[in-house]
């Protein structure tokens, strides 16, 4: 394929770990994938998720202010501390890689807001489980007291569950675009961005999780990425997964791919998500999306290997 100027890669979790040790040595890993994208020529946009690390935060704001009597703090202000974090160890990582590789740019994060409707129907089925493990008198207590919904989660006690509404707008997305055209490598929209909804004439975060890979095809979108790429475990989606009959695919057209999801090929919560997001974006814009792992990204760019929708 010839060289594409801009591409948006989508981390997934197994490239930032579960704590700050692990994610400290992780993000090497990622950022050695990232700067050989750099060295080749392509323009890049960053996202990554922040389950693990949001859930940290949360877990721990809520401890203080139950055992210390801290302030608390609200939900959408805890994805914003996870973005600074992930951030502050991508920006370190992937700066020292373009030093050694004598590339003189820079890495920046921008702490993403996205626009959600708040009519969007998933306020009223909340489904996204936050924070820390409740037994049912706590789950219930904590429902008079702070109108949280509470559900039972895996037969490991009650959660708090929040909505997952649709991305509507990246707000800070002429300043990402302005960056990426200076030539800047952006990290940007972690953790599917910051929920926000328009109140009058400002906006306001509200308790809920985008959906990252969502949010990364609308960015993709908004800056007009050549190619959207989502990185995670696998170096191409298969159908018949773990069974007798399992089929690697080179490429699959979005009518293809329709047809998978319909026939339940890929699984809620895994593939499917990053799937619907690639088919979005190149219904979209009639780009190309691809997933693979994050050591084939650069050979998945040249096509000779991952997956891609067409």
């Given amino acids: 394929m010839n060289?594409?100027?801009?591409?948006?890669?989508?981390?997934?979790?197994?490239?930032?770990?579960?704590?700050?040790?692990?994610?400290?040595?992780?993000?090497?890993?990622?950022?050695?994938?990232?700067?050989?994208?750099?060295?080749?020529?392509?323009?890049?946009?960053?996202?990554?998720?922040?389950?693990?690390?949001?859930g940290m935060i949360n877990m721990a704001l809520e401890y203080s202010h139950e055992e210390e009597n801290t302030p608390e703090v609200p939900f959408a202000e805890c994805g914003a501390m996870s973005q600074g974090y992930i951030g502050y160890h991508l920006q370190q990582a992937i700066q020292q890689e373009l030093y050694k590789n004598d590339?003189?740019?820079?890495?920046v994060t921008v702490v993403t807001q996205v626009l959600v409707d708040s009519k969007d129907k998933a306020f009223s089925n909340p489904t996204k489980p936050i924070g820390s493990f409740y037994s049912k008198e706590e789950a219930?207590?904590?429902?008079?007291?702070?109108?949280?919904?509470?559900?039972?989660?895996?037969?490991?006690?009650?959660?708090?569950?929040?909505a997952s509404p649709k991305p509507l707008k990246i707000i800070e997305k002429g300043v990402i675009k302005d960056l990426l055209h200076k030539g800047h490598i952006v990290v940007a929209a972690g953790g599917g961005g910051i929920p926000v909804v328009q109140k009058w004439n400002h906006l306001v975060g509200v308790d809920a999780v985008i959906d990252k890979d969502k949010t990364s095809a609308r960015l993709a979108m908004d800056v007009k990425a050549d190619v959207f790429v989502i990185l995670t475990a696998v170096d191409q989606v298969c159908i018949g997964f773990n069974t007798e009959h399992e089929k690697k695919l080179d490429e699959m057209t979005v009518s293809e791919a329709l047809i998978y999801m319909d026939n339940k090929e890929f699984k809620e919560g895994s593939m499917k998500p990053k799937v619907e997001a690639c088919v979005e974006f190149v219904k979209n814009t009639k780009k190309v999306a691809i997933i693979t792992s994050l050591e084939k990204a650069l050979p998945a760019l040249n096509g000779k290997t991952g997956t891609w929708i067409v």
């Fill in 3 to 54: 060289k594409c100027k801009k591409i948006v890669i989508a981390l997934g979790g197994n490239a930032l770990g579960n704590t700050p040790e692990e994610q400290l040595k992780l993000v090497k890993k990622a950022a050695k994938s990232i700067v050989s994208l750099v060295r080749e020529g392509y323009q890049v946009v960053v996202t990554h998720g922040n389950g693990p690390q949001v």
């Fill in 103 to 107: 590339i003189a740019k820079s890495c």
């Fill in 140 to 162: 219930e207590e904590l429902e008079k007291e702070n109108g949280w919904v509470m559900k039972e989660d895996a037969g490991r006690g009650y959660r708090r569950v929040v």
